[in-house]
């Protein structure tokens, strides 16, 4: 018999700590909760669902649907063995170079929000997609922020760009924070800088200063 309450069967793209993105058919709303369904291959199980709160939603750039980053609450080891599982069993799709994990670079930039604590931060890395950014305060997770980033090009002294805190985990000691932000709402103009920027930093760095996100 139909069971017409079976969560929603939906794409791996990846999992980051305890953030899981998925492509959907159909958009999501910010903070709403739901459970996901993840096909799984050559496993007993044959899917897994997974409880979600959904931080950001948009539509995929290389095809039909949308793409979803959400937050798990899991305890630390229940996510290690859910990435462990995804990673090696989960179905996913053909997304040609979207489906390639992400380079980032290390890179320590000046950074100015009105949304973070003091109002300033310095990154910790930087891909096409997002960075890390560190602070001295906790940032809710699904705030959007507005960025202005300093670098060191004479010919670029700047990057303004706007994202969504996926993620907040503060030190042992209560007196760091480090932010995992999604890049949203970017222009081609603002896709093209941050991409040159990348591209010309990435030519002046060693190779153990790119990291596979």
Known sequence: MLNLFAPEVVSFFEMSEATLTFLSSRAKAVG??????IRLVDHEAG??????????SRSNSMGKGYRISATLGLEPLHLEQLEDLLYSFAVRPDLGKLGRRSIRQLVCLKAASQEIPGRQG????MS????????????????????????DMG???????RGRVLSCTGSADGLAYELGIDFIGSSPAQVAIVDYYLGTLSSRVQPGQLLAV
């Open 32 to 37: 709403s909760k739901q459970t996901v369904r």
């Open 47 to 56: 899917h897994v669902d997974v409880p979600v709160t959904v931080v950001s």
């Open 122 to 125: 310095v990154t910790v890395d």
């Open 128 to 151: 096409s997609h997002g960075l890390r950014l560190r602070c001295t305060g906790p940032v809710e997770v699904g705030m959007s922020l507005d960025l202005i980033l300093q670098t």
């Open 155 to 161: 010919g670029l002294p700047s990057i303004t760009a």
